[in-house]
């Protein structure tokens, strides 16, 4: 017997059977790779921790091993800046009480994150380093440059127990992008603030 | 089966991007530097191929009437399905993609040849079509990356490429050139070129 393949029956299975087809190679898919791509995520946490830190030779494959070596302490802040298992602030404190912080923000496209360093003076920043989710390659993608991340090596964030705002030289047709950087950082930093005060 | 011919006139002949004027949008956006434009330029090629692998071996049970959304779907299928897996075993190359996994869906380029071709042609055919037509979408957008990022950076694939003397002398990169409508400008060039060449490419126009 031969189908008619227009008709309404044979379009309505057609596209059932598709749909669940589709639904489950998918389903199928995504519970198979999870373990491997969450294992691939906390591998590249780790590295951006130990590198804002200034561990050297951090790559994907030594990074769980040298991060359980090298990081003293993970603790939660409350908005008070104490430390409380409650708290909704994460820091990492790596061998020299140098503190590894995440940031979060939005860059122009979409979200942009990174971590940065403070030095043991509770002062300034060590280092920092970015990443994004969709910013444009070439401009705002050179958030990710070693170039434009070693600039905040050694920024001062505190002078005089007074907060003083990193500022962000903005990269040529990235304007957007480049202050989303300065606000994550700088809202961050304030975050954080008592923290380092009462340190 | 004519391989040589499916694999070679989308090079130039019937170039996806500089005759058929297809997957403009995608040019623009990821030309600014070469390696992203390597990426995208691998990633379409294989969708494409597989799409019209896949649409071609069912291309008999399709009802005509809601084929364009099964082919949406299968082509949505096969990038999402892609990009889990680069995800869990190349996550570098995922990284450098995650951008673009939107625009591969929404590629003219792969909805254009599963129309015009795949419905049409065996499925062994379809997927050196497939190929063929990726190739020559890739070449383009080498081509404009080239330019794009030696004329606007100064390097190419992240190498400095213009020595440090020259700007010491007063060179200057041209800014210009990183912005989206300068990828026009050199598509465009790309064409002129091509069409002065080959007189029998150019539309005729009506005649006064």
Known sequence: ?199 | MNVKKLIVEPLHKTNPVTVLVLGICSCLAVTAQLKPALVMGASVTVVTMLSNFIISLLRKGIPNRIRIIVQLVVVATLVILIDQFLKAFAYEVSKQLSVYVGLIITNCIIMGRLEAFALSHGPWESALDGLGNGLGYSLILVIVAFFRELLGSGTLLGYQIVPQSFYELGYLNNGLMILPPMALVVVGVIIWIQRTRHPEMQETTHKH
């Open chain 1, 1 to 199: 017997m031969k189908r008619d393949i227009n008709s309404r029956d044979y379009i309505f299975m057609y596209s059932t059977v598709l749909i669940v087809v589709v639904a489950v190679l998918l389903t199928v898919a995504a519970l198979w790779l999870q373990p491997y791509q969450q294992r691939n995520k906390d591998n590249e946490r780790c590295v951006n921790i130990l590198k804002a830190a200034g561990i050297p030779d951090v790559n994907t494959e030594n990074a769980q091993q040298l991060f359980e070596q090298h990081c003293k302490a993970s603790l939660l802040l409350n908005e008070k800046g104490e430390v409380s298992t409650e708290g909704s602030f994460p820091l990492y404190v790596i061998d020299n009480l140098t503190t590894v912080i995440p940031m979060q923000g939005n860059g122009l496209w979409g979200p942009i994150w990174g971590y940065i360093a403070i030095g043991p003076d509770g002062n300034t920043v060590v280092d920092a380093n970015f990443s994004h989710k969709s910013e444009t390659p070439g401009l705002g993608g050179e958030i990710t440059t070693e170039k434009f991340q070693r600039q905040f090596r050694g920024c001062p964030f505190r002078k005089n127990n007074c907060y003083s705002p990193i500022e962000v030289d903005a990269i040529t047709g990235a304007t957007k992008t480049s202050k989303g950087v300065e606000e994550m950082i700088n809202k961050t930093l304030l975050l954080y603030l008592p923290y380092f005060e009462k340190r």
